[in-house]
């Protein structure tokens, strides 16, 4: 089993549309959650921590299920520039700062 | 502010060839990491270092070295350039505190051939 999974997608989604995105992982260690937004041929950007009591910026929310081991990303009312793919980093941070990655989800959002 | 600089951009190597990845960081962070990116797989961590003179092995270390005589510089080494290691390079710095994430350089495309 991957120690963080995603659903690679594609989600099509119209402008204006909401979307989420689910991500399991299986060390129940973990200590700190992050989303990222890696646009093609890009490096990976930091969208936003996820908190254990779920945070919000603007239209995005993630949330953090730690007994089921899953965190999730939700996109309101979608932009054509949130076409990009959504990577689910979780830190063990066993001493040193581990970061693991998910393969991510892409996401198209059309006119 | 520049953040992490990567160089080159763009790389082509022959098989055997050896050849070094830079990396620098202007935020005075302890931590940095080298991770490659492969199409269907998560980045991977193939070295990373905790401060000045300490570093240590990731998930895929084999084929690579790295020093870090300086908090800024994280340079990766190539030692004996393989068509396995054709990827997209990627050197990240943090903190240490682990609660921001990772800030990335913009990566380095590695083909060899």
């Known amino acids: 089993r991957k120690e963080v999974e995603q659903d690679p997608g594609p989600f099509n989604v119209p402008e204006g549309a909401t979307v989420a995105f689910n991500c399991t992982y299986s060390?129940?260690?973990?200590?700190?959650f992050f989303w990222y937004r890696q646009d093609c041929r890009k490096e990976p950007k930091l969208l936003m921590s996820?908190?254990?009591s779920g945070n919000e910026d603007g239209r995005f929310t993630a949330q953090l299920n730690r007994a089921s081991q899953y965190i999730s990303l939700l996109i309101r009312d979608s932009k054509l520039s949130d076409s990009a793919t959504y990577l689910c980093?979780?830190?063990?941070?066993?001493?040193?700062?581990?970061?693991?990655f998910g393969t991510g989800t892409r996401l198209l959002v059309s006119p | 502010n520049a953040g992490v600089t990567q160089t080159p951009k763009f790389q082509v190597l022959k098989t055997g060839q050896s050849m070094t990845l830079q990396c620098a960081q202007d935020m005075n962070h302890e931590y940095m990491s080298w991770y490659r990116q492969d199409p269907g797989m998560g980045l991977r961590l193939i070295h990373y270092s905790v401060g000045a003179g300490i570093t240590d092995q990731g998930e895929v270390p084999n084929g690579y070295n790295v020093s870090r005589s300086t908090t800024e510089d994280f340079p990766l080494r190539l030692l004996s350039a393989a068509p396995s290691q054709t990827s997209v390079y990627f050197c990240a710095s943090s903190d240490g505190q682990g609660f921001y994430g990772y800030t990335f350089g913009s990566g380095t495309r590695l083909t060899v051939v």
């Open positions: 060390n129940s260690a973990s200590q700190s």
């Open positions: 996820v908190y254990s």
């Open positions: 980093v979780v830190n063990l941070n066993t001493g040193f700062q581990k970061l693991v």
